[in-house]
């Protein structure tokens, strides 16, 4: 088939030919590609269109990709399509332009991207809007047949007064089903069946807010942006670059206001589903005329929401769409700004095909759909921060905290010494200093905050006698204790089992549970502060819809003292009245085999700290530490992002890290660990033979994580400085090696994580 491009005609005469589409089929594990004819009765087929075709002896679903001209001789040779799924073009062109980049960028099956720009609930042909019944007014009842219906059908009158009263349709289930009947049976009133939206914020309230006044860096930003805004194709990706607290979310609002106001739209990333809620009350809140047409993203929502909100949004009825990673696959048309907030964030990446960085698919994006584009972190990634240094992004700087708040105090306590204080076999969980501000605060009514990025009763079940850990039998880690279960669990693959109660090696009973979470600082704490009101918050405890939501919601109202959290709690979050904030470890992560680490604890430091001191009172941080002089600690303790960026990436710089290069991980798994090392060692000798010099490819080595659901898993990191001179021809070789069934190979452009 050839596109209309290449077709040696006129174009009036390719104006007559047939019309043919090439169709992505749906579910395939390998992209599968099909061309079919168009009947001239589904003349509305187009690119993005969701289509029904004839496979075989069966019906298959899929997406067109591209519509051609095709000569008579070669459509009759196709099969017709069978129908449109929907009359509406499913994704719009730029969108489809971006899924295709994704694809090819990070080396992902087209399929896959398609399932993330049509989520399954999209994709299910028998799922319907809701429907609801409504009751509207047609005509007033006189004086007298007011007076009569009241005497005699006291019901039916209350009916036509609330109506009346509404100046609007009224869901039917409101008022009694046989006075509507009557009512309708003489023509007062009409029922009509209607769609509603399942919202997922409903019931809520949202109090309007208006815009503050902004300080001098905040309101030389906002003019960077708005400019921008206007000339979109001149201006670069903008970073954002400002303390905690220093106003960066007004900054967002207002940039947001002024592209509503041209009718444009606004697409906001936020790295975690925790911090959806309180963006969102803040967008609705500032939007409050316009709370409508707020639509949301994520993977808490239920089906049926996900379904409505998507449509909300294909259909443009939103135009402010506020959601995590996978938002920026949304069907939104007519963009006029994207915003990435906490743009540093790991979990913008993607750890499952399509493997994408939302952040950064996010600057292609915007230059697809012809929109500014803003960043904004108060530790930016090295990545972002040498883009700004090298002129490729416009930096934007907020260095003083809004409303002239200072940063807080931060003490670091060095946990080694308190460690001999606990004695031993105790975990040290407090530190004495952290205790004694933890109760100033309970006296003076004011709140704190204690951070661990560890959930769970303990990290590990150890014998005494001849220390046996038990770990998980499908993957190479320790199962964790969880009190509350009364299991231990994996965090890797969620395999439980129950407890030990003595060694399962030399039966002896005497089990040590070592390390901590979540669970025994949360018990730990009930038992030192008896009276304080606690919570916490890790995705144990806020499974429950909407329990995230309501936890946050009391913390800031002053109905919670104490909040203990994982990472869910470390970033976005403002609440003026936290004067204390506690980190328990803050080693956790700094010393595993990853080019990252220092980056991802000092970042981490940070954010959390930042959640101290953010109304009028000045704010404490204390960060507990067994390597207190680590350089991210201490840059860290400092607020001192400009010194730590320096040293970082000096480092990067001579060992060749992103942001100096971009780096693929290519990783093979098999539940036969000889096959996968073989297979892994195999490829390794090719790609040796067919990378130029400029590609420095690593050694194979079994990944830190070496077992993880019944599969063995070695890996080799590639580095250079495209990331298409090392996809290329790796991905030409993995198509001349045939692989054995039983292996798995996963390629990971510009990885987050090297497990």
Same mark, same amino acid.
């Given at each position: ?5 290449e077709l ?20 395939a ?11 001239p ?25 591209i ?7 070669e459509?009759t ?21 971006f ?6 960028y ?10 993330a720009?049509?989520p ?7 799922h ?10 047609l005509?007033?009842p ?15 009158a209350e ?15 409101a ?20 769609p ?16 503050l ?12 942006v ?9 201006a ?8 905690? $607290? @220093?106003? *960066?979310? +007004? ?6 206001? %002024?592209v509503?106001?041209?009718? #444009? &739209?606004? =697409?906001?990333?936020?790295p ?11 967008f609705?809140?500032r ?21 409505d ?7 443009g009825?939103?135009?402010?769409v506020?959601?995590?990673r ?9 963009i ?9 964030? $790991? @979990?913008? *990446?993607? +750890? ?6 939302? %952040?950064?698919?996010?600057?292609? #994006? &915007?230059? =697809? ?12 990634s090295?990545?972002?921060?040498h ?32 460690k ?8 040290a969980?407090?530190s ?5 501000a ?9 709140? @704190?905050?204690?951070f ?22 499908h ?8 009190q509350?279960?009364g ?7 969620g ?39 606690i ?9 429950q819809?909407h ?7 009391a ?13 869910m ?9 936290v004067t204390?904030?506690?980190?328990l470890n ?7 085999p990853?080019f ?19 109304g ?5 941080v204390?960060v507990?530490?067994?390597t ?14 400009e010194?730590?960026s320096?040293?970082?990436l ?10 100096y ?20 060692k ?10 130029p ?16 659901h ?25 198509a ?7 292996v798995?190979v ?8 090297l497990?």
């Amino acid at each position: 088939m050839m596109p209309e491009d290449e077709l040696p005609l006129g174009p009036e005469a390719v104006a007559l030919l047939p019309m043919a589409a090439r169709v992505l089929l749906d579910g395939a594990v390998a992209d599968l590609e099909f061309d079919y004819a168009i009947p001239p009765a589904l003349d509305g087929v187009g690119p993005g269109s969701r289509v029904s075709v004839p496979l075989r002896n069966r019906t298959m679903t899929g997406t067109v990709l591209i519509v051609y001209p095709a000569a008579e001789a070669e459509v009759t040779k196709l099969k017709p399509l069978l129908g449109l799924l929907s009359e509406r073009v499913m994704i719009p062109p730029a969108l489809m332009e971006f899924g295709k980049w994704v694809s090819a960028y990070y080396c992902a099956p087209l399929e896959s991207v398609m399932r993330a720009m049509l989520p399954e609930a999209v994709r299910e042909e028998k799922h319907s809007e809701k429907r609801r019944l409504f009751a509207r007014l047609l005509r007033e009842p006189s004086a007298e047949e007011s007076a009569v219906l009241t005497k005699k059908a006291p019901k039916q009158a209350e009916v036509l007064v609330a109506l009346k009263a509404a100046g609007e349709p009224v869901a039917a289930m409101a008022f009694s089903g046989a006075a509507l009947k009557a009512l309708h049976h003489k023509g007062w009133i009409e029922i009509t069946d209607e769609p509603v939206a399942r919202d997922p914020h409903e019931g809520e309230t949202f109090v309007s807010s208006k815009s503050l006044a902004l300080n001098g860096a905040q309101h030389e930003a906002l003019v960077t942006v708005l400019e921008a805004v206007r000339h979109p194709r001149e201006a670069k990706p903008m970073l954002l670059f400002g303390v905690t $607290g @220093s106003g *960066k979310t +007004e900054v967002y609002l207002q940039a947001a206001q %002024r592209v509503l106001e041209q009718g #444009r &739209a606004v =697409l906001v990333l936020v790295p975690e589903i925790s911090l959806t809620p309180q963006t969102v009350e803040r967008f609705k809140s500032r939007f409050a005329e316009m709370q409508e047409q707020v639509a949301v993203l994520h993977s808490h929502l239920s089906k049926g929401e996900r379904f409505d909100e998507w449509h909300k949004i294909q259909r443009g009825k939103a135009r402010i769409v506020i959601g995590a990673r996978s938002a920026i696959f949304a069907p939104l048309e007519d963009i006029g700004l994207i915003i990435v907030d906490e743009e540093h964030e $790991g @979990s913008y *990446k993607q +750890e499952q095909p399509p493997r994408y960085q939302a %952040r950064d698919a996010a600057v292609v #994006r &915007a230059r =697809l759909e012809g929109c500014a584009i803003l960043l904004g972190s108060a530790t930016p990634s090295l990545e972002s921060w040498h883009n700004a240094q090298r002129g490729k992004y416009a930096l934007l700087k907020l260095p003083e905290r809004a409303d002239d708040a200072q940063l807080p105090l931060v003490r670091v306590i060095d946990m080694r010494t308190e460690k001999k204080r606990a004695g031993k076999g105790s975990p040290a969980i407090l530190s004495e200093r952290l205790r004694i501000a933890i109760d100033q605060r309970l006296t003076k009514g004011e709140q @704190s905050i204690l951070f661990l990025n560890r959930r769970g009763f303990a990290s590990s079940v150890v014998c005494q006698a001849c220390g046996h850990v038990v770990k998980c039998p499908h993957c190479e880690v320790a199962m964790t204790v969880h009190q509350e279960l009364g299991r231990l669990v994996c965090h890797v693959c969620g395999f439980q089992k129950l407890a030990p109660k003595k060694c399962p090696e030399c039966k002896d009973p005497a089990i040590l549970l070592a390390g901590y979470g979540t669970e025994r600082v949360e018990e730990t704490l009930r038992k030192v502060f008896p009276t304080a009101r606690i919570a916490r918050v890790d995705a144990d405890s806020m499974a429950q819809k909407h329990k995230l939501r309501d936890t946050l919601h009391a913390f800031k109202t002053g109905k919670l003292d104490l909040l203990i959290g994982t990472q869910m709690i470390a970033k976005g979050l403002h609440f003026p009245n936290v004067t204390l904030v506690g980190i328990l470890n803050a080693d956790m992560g700094l010393h595993i085999p990853d080019f990252r680490a220092g980056e991802r604890t000092f970042s981490l430091l940070t954010q959390v700290a930042g959640r101290a001191g953010r109304g009028e009172l000045m704010g404490e941080v204390v960060v507990q530490s067994f390597t207190p002089h680590h350089p991210a600690i201490q840059f860290a303790r400092q607020h001192d992002f400009e010194g730590f960026s320096e040293q970082e990436l000096e480092f990067r710089r001579q060992c060749g890290y992103p942001p100096y290069g971009h780096a693929v991980l290519v990783t093979v798994r098999s539940e036969r660990e000889n096959l996968a090392d073989f297979a892994l060692k195999t490829l390794h000798a090719k790609l040796v033979k067919v990378f130029p010099p400029e590609i420095l490819l690593g050694e194979p080595a079994p990944s830190p994580l070496v077992k993880s659901h019944d599969q063995y898993r070695f890996q080799i990191l590639a580095r250079a400085r495209q990331a298409k001179q090392i996809t290329e021809p790796l991905m030409q070789c993995l198509a001349d090696l045939k692989m054995p069934k039983e292996v798995i190979v996963t390629v990971d452009v510009d990885p987050v994580n090297l497990g």
